[in-house]
């Protein structure tokens, strides 16, 4: 290091203690450690990164890099919805509101995402529904689009992108099982809708405007796979009446005021599997349950603008939140906002929850991979899309201290994987000196 650059790392440390206050909260080594790695001429000046390191116990400011600069976070995203879900929802999913009429039930979905989807607990729709010859239903209740603003139109064919409905099946996906020759899909009523091609594909592929199925025999790879199919009312009265042997017809009556709530699932294994797999579905389905919840009906942008104006007024930062997923490129939050928004989780949840919640370096979810170590240090959610990476959650560091912390990249032109493992080097830093 330069005479030049130790002074000019000293003048930063005096500006900084005196501006936040903190002289016994953190030490020149330290500081100066995590301006070498962080600041100019360091991996992380060559694209916009920014960094806030906060003590819980203190509830002051560690270290912060561009703090206040907004980032596109990707799936941090579902940190908003896990908030706004434990808040919201409390226990239960929001699975129908309904109406019986003699021997017809009349229903209106209310975004429950649990039906048939994955090995997730279902709702037990074939005792529900018993009593009833007729299932009548109306998607009236359903304000948002299939898919939100600024998703990116060619992730139409992908699991992770599936469509946002009142009341999907299957996760509104068509399941691939693995096999060379003649794949097979289910549920099997899509089987007749897959088709040869001559196209170089080594995955099967949906036709953009149709639910029509194509794959090479020469080419394709026969691995296990998921894509969405195009919901519409006349296709989930087909599935839904093989589901349950039941009459289903389409009516879209409004929803009366005079109605009953089915919450029919426990919520807890819907938001663990969100967290842990970064699964967009579930998160898109969760925001319309706590929009269902609030106003009876289902209309996601509506959900978010309540919870800026009462439970998030007071981030540092107002955040721009558009979907529940993350997929949409128009969110953006800055590093401090997303510490204030774990901080209000890390108050609300009860650690043992929040630990279970959370991917764990090493150990469990979308870090599994990353930040091993013989002890567990990072428990957090990632964020991850084209040219941007997030990581958003706690450390925990050698002296026994636990850390929130908000570690956000833009406009990289690397391969994520060389920004997890430059993430990585900090983190180890934190960890070994704080």
Known sequence: MTKLLQTRITLLFTFFLLSQGVFSQITRDQYTKLETALGEGSFFSGHMT???????????????????????????????????????????????????????????????????????????????????????????????????????????AYYYSAERSSLPIYGNLIHVYPGKNNPKVSPSRFQSSVFKTDRELKDMERDFHENEFYYNPLTYRGREDYLPFITSPELLMELASGETGKTWIYQPDSLPENHQLWRGNALFPLLKEMMLESDNFLAEQLMMMVSDRLFGELDSERAIEYMIKTYLSDLPDEPIWVDGSGLSRYNLFTPRTMVGLFEKLYRVVPDEMLYELLPTGGVSGTIKTNYQAATPYIFAKTGTMSNNHSLVGLIKTKSGKTYCFAFMNSNYPWKASEIRREMEKVLISVRDNF
């Open 50 to 156: 920014g960094f806030m390191l906060y003590d819980l116990d203190s509830q002051r400011v560690m270290y912060e890099k561009n703090s206040q600069i907004r980032f596109t976070p990707a799936s941090v995203t579902k940190l908003f919805t896990l908030f706004s879900s434990i808040l919201i929802l409390n226990d239960s999913t929001q699975t129908l509101r309904y109406v019986p009429a003699g021997d017809t039930l009349k229903i209106w979905g209310a975004g429950d995402p649990s039906w048939k989807y994955l090995d997730l607990p279902s709702p037990d729709f074939q005792k529900f529904l018993a009593p009833y010859k007729v299932i009548q239903y109306s998607d009236d209740n359903m304000k948002s689009t299939p898919f939100g603003d600024g998703w990116q139109w060619d992730d139409y």
